[in-house]
């Protein structure tokens, strides 16, 4: 069973357009980050979320953090063909290690 | 800002070729960690270190074999390349501690194994 559950597995939108993507577990965690990866390269941090209910904002983007601590969704408005990528949710493990979903893959188009 | 560079983007051996990959940041961070992605399989933990000379089995360490001489380096040894450790391979950092910090990846490796 996948620590970390994302939906959908593929999203493919016109520039423009609203779209929401999951992450979700059966599992508590304190804290939870969201990546982005582009074609070919390593994913890049976004935002950390540690607080229940917590919402945060990043431009275009923003991140909940959902009340008993075991999921979380990504809000992208207006979607722009560089939003293109391959979102990933993560959780710590072990203190060192993160575990990361399988990850939503987004493309826009314009 | 944090960087994480690979000495590889692209790299193809052989079946049975002893390869070395690296990793060096320069943020002084204690942890370092490689990971393979595999289409459909997600990102898989090979191995970490959260110190010099120590290093830590992931979820996959098979056929793999890692060495960290010097906090900024971490490498990756595949004894004896199979044409299954076709991947894309990317190294990470974060810092040390009791809690999970954010991990900074580098560019990736693309290797493969014929």
């Known amino acids: 069973t996948q620590l970390l559950e994302q939906s959908p597995q593929f999203l493919s939108i016109q520039e423009g357009e609203n779209l929401t993507v999951y992450c979700n577990s059966s599992?508590?965690?304190?804290?939870l980050q969201w990546y982005r990866q582009e074609p070919g390269e390593g994913p890049v941090l976004l935002v950390t979320?540690?607080?229940?209910?917590e919402v945060k904002k990043l431009k275009r983007l923003t991140f909940q953090f959902g009340d008993a601590r075991k999921d979380s969704s990504l809000h992208i408005t207006a979607a722009q063909p560089g939003d293109t990528g391959l979102y990933l949710c993560a959780v710590g493990q072990a203190g060192t290690a993160l575990i990361f979903g399988k990850g939503t893959t987004l493309s826009v188009s314009s | 800002d944090v960087k994480v560079t690979q000495s590889s983007r692209y790299l193809v051996k052989r079946t049975g070729e002893k390869v070395f990959l690296e990793c060096v940041q320069d943020m002084d961070h204690e942890n370092m960690f490689w990971y393979r992605q595999d289409p459909g399989l997600g990102l898989r933990l090979i191995y970490f270190s959260y110190d010099v000379k120590m290093k830590e089995k992931g979820d996959i360490p098979e056929g793999y074999s890692v060495s960290r001489e010097k906090k900024e380096r971490f490498s990756l040894i595949l004894e004896s390349a199979s044409t299954n450790q076709t991947s894309m391979y990317l190294c990470a950092s974060s810092q040390g501690g009791t809690r999970t910090y954010e991990q900074y990846f580098g560019p990736g490796t693309r290797l493969t194994v014929t």
């Open positions: 599992s508590v965690f304190s804290s």
């Open positions: 979320v540690v607080t229940g209910g």
